[in-house]
């Protein structure tokens, strides 16, 4: 009980990592004897586990053959001629591949093409990226292997005895919350998202114009002939130096150990209000007010401005600028940071980032090449919401992907194989066929995901060793025992729901799912709709863009508040509750 409730703590609270909390599970259950060794290791042998790793190196195969960067660019004229039909069909199409690859990278994909449609066709992007994010949770829930969460409550049920889920035990319920979703997101969700009036410039979007500026070093001993790294005013006043002229010469991003001479002109992101105070030592140059900052992503002699939206699984959740070592890792300056709601101009290496951060820097044209091949791979920290797609479509490696995953799902759904071992054998088959390399499918392969779920099946077993799956049934059984089996689904879907909006999906299924084997043994009733039920509600996470990692994505890239989230999420919530509530006893025999 005590380490079921440590862990809820630690998961809604997030002072620890995911996957870290799930290490500390697996220990502290095997050293207090509540599951031996073996059962504190198995999730990592678990076919849900192994299923898992197996999807995203096949998810990470799909998207380099370029399919989807071509299929969503198709798609601006239609938003220019019929915007509403338009954002019906780009719901659809994630949905649909959001159902047999991970929703995660579909997202990160369609995030920066869905900023390129919009500014063409003149349509403001909060109006499509929440959107977005729901249509790719609403398609996981519609088979096995579209979302982990859906693959962890199957692998429960079978540690259990249990028969798992097929492909398409899902189908049912999560196709008719994917139609009624979408439309309820097309004609009425559409009202309530923002549409707040855009900033004309990325200067006005993060407030630069007061942050910017212009100064020329004066004849000073205290900064003429010091290296940067030295200067008094870099290091007192979190100053970052852009760029250094010096008579017909420029130096972009010179490094700290370049010596500042008198008469340089220097480029630097600081509080100008901070810089007047030093009138004895440098002099402000002002160009009508500030620095001309060019659009996102365009060549300015020999630097560029990108936005870089932080990634739920990236490096650089959790630590700041400075402990990334941004400035020489990805040769660029930080000029601000929008924060959830706030944009911040000051003390930008102190911050410790969050997914969904969006970072406005200033990098050195040369290597914008590099940060958009470091953006295309699978474990990348960052999406760049100004970058064009690097890859071309390659048809036949398309469809040699099209044809490995088809192929695994019809092995998995006529039961010829097990879904794991068919997942294994569609990665072997394109390493073989040279559609990625061993290393590639190792990067491709969230590590964090992994230990999660081994975790968190080690406290599923707990839980059943312990005793403490039937108490939590015995309550919520012994609540609506005299209401039927609709009040059953509705009770357990509800409790699922909010958990979810709180902690982690994985581990939220984690606790439900012997919750519900517990409650169906004590009613003497078939575990497997109880299961489904937690299952679509562990997943269905709308009020809040911390809930689901999709949500964490399009919340800085689209400017979104909080109450965003819970205008539009909470009506989608309520339908998807209600729905689920009256199909799953009439649809599996309650």
Known sequence: MLVALGAVILFVTEWLTVDLIAMLIIVTLVATGVVSPTEG???????????????????????????????????????????????????????VISAFINNTPVVAVFIPIVGRIAASAKINPAKLLIPLSYASILGGMCTLIGTSTNILVSGIAESNGLPGFSVFTLAPIGIALLVVGVIYLTYFGQRLLPDREAEESLAEQFALHDYLAEIVILDNQTLAGVRIMDSPIVREMDMDIIEI??????????????????????????????????????????????????????ERDNSSLVEMVVTPNSEFVGKTLRQVDFRRSYRAVPLAIRHREETLNEQLYELPLL??????????????????????????????????????????????????????????????????????????????????????????????????????????????????????????????????????????????????????????????????????????????PLLVTVAIAASASFMTPVGYQTNAMVYGAGRYKFLDFTRVGTPLNLICWGLTSLLVPLLFGL
């Open 355 to 528: 997914a969904g951060d969006v970072i406005l820097a200033e990098v050195k044209s040369h290597y914008l090449t590099e940060l958009q091949k470091i953006e295309q791979r699978q474990d990348s920290p960052f999406i760049l919401l100004s970058s064009d797609a690097l890859g071309d479509f390659n048809r036949n490696r398309f469809y040699f992907v099209l044809a490995t995953i088809i192929g695994l799902v019809t092995l998995a759904t006529t039961g010829i194989l097990p879904i794991s071992i068919a997942a294994l054998m569609g990665v072997c088959m394109l390493v073989l066929g040279r559609t990625l390399s061993m290393q590639e499918a190792y990067e491709a392969i969230d590590w964090r995901i992994v230990f999660l779920l081994a975790g968190a099946l080690s406290l599923g077993k707990a839980m059943s060793n312990s005793g403490l799956d039937e108490d939590i049934a015995g309550i919520l059984t012994g609540t609506v025992a005299g209401w039927g089996p609709f009040a059953l689904i509705a009770a357990l879907y509800l409790t699922t729901n909010l958990l979810t909006e709180l902690m982690s999906n994985n581990a939220t299924a984690a606790l439900l799912a012997p919750v519900a084997i517990a409650a169906a043994a004590q009613l003497g009733i078939d575990p497997q």
């Open 41 to 95: 290791l198995d999730g990592f042998s678990n076919g849900a586990t192994l299923t898992v790793a197996f999807m995203f190196v096949l998810s990470a195969a799909l998207l380099k053959t370029g399919a989807l960067q071509l299929v969503a660019g198709g798609m601006a004229e239609r938003f220019r001629t019929r915007p509403r039909y338009a954002t019906l069909l780009l719901m659809l199409l994630v949905a």
């Open 245 to 298: 002229r010096r008579d017909n010469d420029r130096f972009t991003l010179p490094p700290g150990d370049f010596r500042l001479l008198a008469g340089d002109t220097l480029k630097v992101r600081c509080d100008r209000e901070k810089i007047k105070n030093l009138k004895d030592w440098v002099k402000l140059v002002d160009h009508s007010g500030s620095v001309q900052v060019m659009g996102t992503g365009l």
